[in-house]
């Protein structure tokens, strides 16, 4: 029987169709990231709502999906901790580093962190579908101004090819799930060099936005068998439950 998925809305998309809903370049599109649009779903602390209003933090954007997994009412909801940023974060502290995992420091070509001898670390892009306050990318990642390049991605190619002792490549960023179709497939094919033995794709998409992984993008990522896929999940709340609902006639 023909049927829709649905999941978990907050009251202002009660009347989005679910056509759209379950559309992931609609989520993309529909980004909640300003003061005006979260308390229209939130009830937000004066912390928040300071924090929301200050230039110069981490970027702040949430798919309508993923705001609709927390309770409005609790300000200590795990959802929320992770994505809406607190005045706390205008502070600086004494231990603060910009680059913390020190990736920089083993970037060969750009985008790609060499710490590990037979492992690399490829940034693809520096978008994601929402962010994380406590992003260890924060530098680059949701910059509009940092973004990976044509001529990057053919950098860390050759390095790959040059580079045999290379066994195991992790495709990360930003979220190379928010990538277009066509430019990640061409990526995973790039990648596969014949020393290549593992690719992984580092997502926070699956959670973040569901309705990405289409029977297109299955399709497509099964040409790349094997290939895996590591999911970042930080609490079972974000692991929501979609529920068929019969096709009426």
């Known amino acids: 029987m023909p049927h829709t998925i649905i999941s978990k809305r907050a009251p202002i998309y009660a009347d989005v169709p679910d056509e759209k809903w379950n559309d992931w370049r609609w989520q993309l599109s529909h980004r909640l990231n300003t003061v005006e649009d979260i308390e229209k779903v939130l009830n937000l602390t004066e912390s928040e709502r300071k924090a929301l209003q200050t230039q ?44 913390s995992l020190a990736e920089d420091r083993h970037s060969p070509v750009p985008g790609l962190v060499h710490r590990y001898p037979d492992r690399v670390l490829m940034l693809v892009t520096t978008q994601c579908a929402s962010y994380c306050r406590y992003c260890t990318r924060s530098r680059i990642v949701g910059d509009p101004g940092q973004t990976f390049n044509r001529q990057d991605f053919e950098m860390q190619i050759e390095y790959l090819k040059r580079t045999p002792q290379v066994r195991d490549v992790l495709l ?61 999940v930080n609490h079972p709340n974000e692991i929501s439950r979609n529920l068929p609902k019969p096709a009426t006639a």
């Not at 290549?196 to 790349?224: N, Y």
């Open 172 to 232: 990360s960023g930003g979220d190379p799930l928010v990538l277009a179709p066509k430019i990640l497939e061409e990526l995973l094919t790039l990648a596969r060099d014949p020393h290549i033995e593992i690719v992984r794709i580092g997502s926070r998409v699956p959670v973040f936005m569901p309705m990405r992984i289409t029977q297109e993008l299955c399709d497509m990522l099964a040409k790349f068998h094997p290939l895996w896929l590591n999911i970042h």
């Open 56 to 99: 110069g933090l981490f970027r702040v954007d949430v798919t309508p999906y993923f705001i609709s997994l927390i309770d409005p009412e609790d300000p200590n909801d795990p959802v929320r901790k992770q994505i809406i940023p607190v005045s706390e974060e205008m502070n600086a502290f004494t231990s603060m580093m910009e680059d």
